[in-house]
């Protein structure tokens, strides 16, 4: 399981041109029902000197008892906000995130892609108690990312060293009935490219307690590897062969003693005043891709839709290529609040791009500030489904989510064109900042549900009707303390 036999020629030729590279970081953790640390630097390597385009976290068991499950649901989750706090002063926006019970799927990317982030969609699957219960299964956000159709599956698997064979079954399962709305990918498989991830679970069979702690304290983890539960299974499963999976050269990510380092060391009792059984270490965590196989074309001619399909793909495939290749695979032994350590792997996907213009160009028009409406011209550069619904956020610079705007105006022609016309929408400047700060315009879709242009940054001033009547702080209304909360002159 040497990485270079995962790696295959990563350059893209076509002509003289070669593709873009995307830099993708992504996390997996069952965090036991606990609160989220004060600080993730270390797991979304905040430090490095190559920062990510896109951050995809998928988290298991994140506490969900009735109270704070039905806070969620109005407000974001704890680990949410931690995220999205500390990744938006980089210039990251949350673009879609999904929770079933304890499942939670976190999707960012740099503001420069958003406008080519499209077809967002989310769905779920319940495996747990007889399907009903939310506690197991998958949840997946799926998405075109400069028109390649990507999708990422986070799941929790059956629990228990004999279920290996359940836990494929639920993962099949899970693939069989997630179903999306799109007639280029409407089945997990069908996208371009697959990411399964999370606690899945399986575990390391045969080996004895003493064996498996001598070979992660000598650091030769691949004396494990074959007894590894889901390296057996991909063995008879051909859906599993089709995955892929950087090599296992880290230590066990399961199951440690809460706040240390130290694997299970339980000798207390357990219910009805039972001892406790030791629990294996085993590497539950795991980060696997699918690449879409290079089918050969139909021998035959068929009049059927399928083969259209199927003909058209091809071609698109062959116009625009994608590689993948892992960069990083390891845990991380810092965080102990969990009785798992998060797992977290690095790709670069290189592709050429499908398109490289937004649907939609807009701008601010004039000075901006809470002393005069304000005007925004925008112009559509491709053609879209516009709608009455479609709606131009005025947001700051370091916003959250889509949702984060500071105010809003809906457009003003349900019917736009494909042509040069440029239309105006305008602000009221009651619904301006007083004490003003950068911000930048977004368009967003109602039909895509999506951001399909943003404009550059520029720069709101402070009100002068505002200082000459002394406006106190506190009596700014509640549009300024989005702006004026932040630091955003600095």
């Not at 002393?371 to 491709?382: F, G, K, N, R, T």
């Not at 457009?411 to 911000?439: H, L, M, R």
């Not at 106190?472 to 702006?483: H, Q, Y």
Request: proline share 4%; net charge negative.
């Amino acid at each position: 399981m040497e990485r270079n036999e995962k790696q295959s020629d990563f350059t893209l030729q076509k002509g003289n041109s070669v593709g873009d590279s995307f830099r993708l970081h992504m996390v997996t953790w069952n965090v036991a029902t606990a609160d989220p640390p004060d600080d993730v630097t270390s797991l979304l390597h905040l430090n490095s000197p190559k920062s990510p385009d896109l951050y995809v976290i998928g988290l298991q068991e994140v506490y969900s008892g009735p109270l704070r499950f039905v806070s969620d649901i109005v407000f974001e989750d704890r680990w949410s906000l931690l995220f999205m706090s500390t990744l938006a002063s980089r210039k990251y926006v949350k673009v879609s995130s999904i929770r079933m019970q304890g499942l939670l799927l976190l999707f960012f990317s740099k503001l420069e892609h958003i406008p080519f982030i499209r077809d967002i969609q989310t769905t779920y699957t319940r495996t747990g108690v007889f399907g009903y219960w939310g506690n197991k299964g998958g949840v997946s956000i799926r998405l075109s990312f400069y028109g390649h159709m990507l999708c990422f599956l986070n799941c929790h698997l059956a629990a228990h060293m004999n279920y290996a064979t359940e836990r494929v079954d639920e993962f099949e399962y899970i693939m069989d009935t997630q179903t999306f709305e799109c007639a280029k990918a409407p089945r997990i498989l069908d996208h371009r490219l697959v990411f399964w991830f999370g606690d899945l679970n399986f575990r390391i069979q045969d080996h004895g307690m003493h064996f498996v702690r001598t070979c992660i304290d000598s650091q030769t983890y691949h004396l494990l590897w074959s007894k590894d539960q889901l390296m057996m299974m991909k063995k008879k499963e051909q859906m599993l062969q089709e995955f892929e999976e950087g090599p296992l050269d880290f230590q066990p990510t399961f199951k440690f003693d809460l706040n240390s380092d130290n694997y299970d060391s339980r000798l207390n009792r357990a219910w009805f005043g039972f001892n406790g059984k030791k629990r294996k270490p085993a590497w539950t965590d795991r980060i696997l891709w699918r690449l879409r196989p290079k089918d050969s074309a139909p021998d035959e001619q068929h009049a059927d839709p399928a083969y259209a399909r199927k003909v058209k793909q091809l071609e698109e495939d062959e116009e625009y290529p994608l590689k993948i290749k892992q960069d990083l695979y390891t845990s991380n032994m810092e965080y102990r609040i969990s009785d798992h350590k998060p797992v977290i792997s690095i790709f670069t996907l290189e592709l050429r791009k499908m398109y490289e213009t937004p649907l939609v160009h807009l701008q601010a028009e004039g000075d901006w500030s809470a002393d005069i409406d304000a005007m925004v011209l925008y112009s559509p550069l491709q053609p879209f489904p516009s709608s009455t619904w479609d709606w131009i956020g005025l947001y700051k610079v370091g916003f959250t989510s889509v949702w984060d705007y500071i105010t809003y105006t809906w457009v003003t022609d349900s019917k736009v064109a494909f042509n040069e016309e440029v239309i105006q929408a305008y602000v009221n400047k009651e619904e301006i900042p007083v004490q003003g700060g950068e911000c930048v315009l977004c368009y967003y879709s109602s039909t895509l549900q999506c951001i399909i242009g943003i404009s550059e940054p520029f720069k709101v001033h402070e009100s002068k009707v505002a200082i000459e009547e002394g406006l106190l702080p506190e009596k700014i209304n509640r549009l300024d303390k989005t702006v004026a909360g932040e630091d955003l002159w600095n």
